[in-house]
């Protein structure tokens, strides 16, 4: 996703204009990422509802902390878009612990396909890799699921996670190797 300084200085702007509270800055705030954000929470999330949802949380937010932005964080949409991401994997981890009415009946649904990391849970145990799992830095965690289970790519893991490639690179083959270890322990 590349933007041009123009662009930039231009949601730099309007970031400042959001900070005081201004309504119409944000209206054209939304208007000009919304689209992008969307298909980014998309992306990760796979639902239309929950990627929604997502947007929304990521516009409040912007809202009330769009004061405490800072150029060092990046650039203004990496930071808009680093919000949505993380509010994005946030309501899926949410939905992940707490399985709603309406997909009560899922449970009972058997899936007999295998899964990229079937064999692994096989070998380790659920629990064993959800440990170690557990024991990961975010980003790690977070690179080695959506590309494991989610079939994200280097290049789409770079987006999303607004990154450089050779960064989630490091991510996941650091992530990798604590798995292992921690595992053979």
């Known amino acids: ?27 054209r705030l939304y208007e000009k990422i919304s689209g992008r954000m969307f298909g980014l929470c998309l992306k990760l999330a796979s639902q239309r509802d929950l990627a929604e949802e997502a947007v929304q949380d990521a516009f409040v937010q912007i809202w009330h902390h769009a004061g ?19 509010r994005t994997l946030d309501l899926m981890r949410n939905r992940k612990s707490r399985p709603t009415s309406g997909d009560a009946h899922l449970e009972r649904v058997a899936d007999e396909r295998d899964g990229p990391l079937d064999e692994s849970l096989r070998v ?22 959506l590309s494991y289970y989610r079939g994200f790519t280097h290049d789409e893991l770079s987006e999303a996670l607004s990154s450089p490639i050779g960064t989630v690179k490091s991510w996941i083959r650091r992530g990798l190797m604590a798995l292992k270890r921690c595992l053979e322990r």
């Open 124 to 145: 380790a145990g659920t629990a064993e890799l959800r440990g170690c799992l557990d024991e990961l830095s975010e980003t790690q965690r977070d690179s080695i699921l």
């Open 68 to 86: 405490e932005y800072h150029s060092e964080r990046g650039a203004p949409l990496s930071w808009m878009l680093t919000i949505a991401r993380y």
């Open 1 to 27: 996703m590349v933007t041009s300084n123009s662009e930039q200085d231009d949601l730099m702007g309007l970031l400042i204009a959001v900070s005081r509270e201004d309504r119409l800055a944000f209206q």
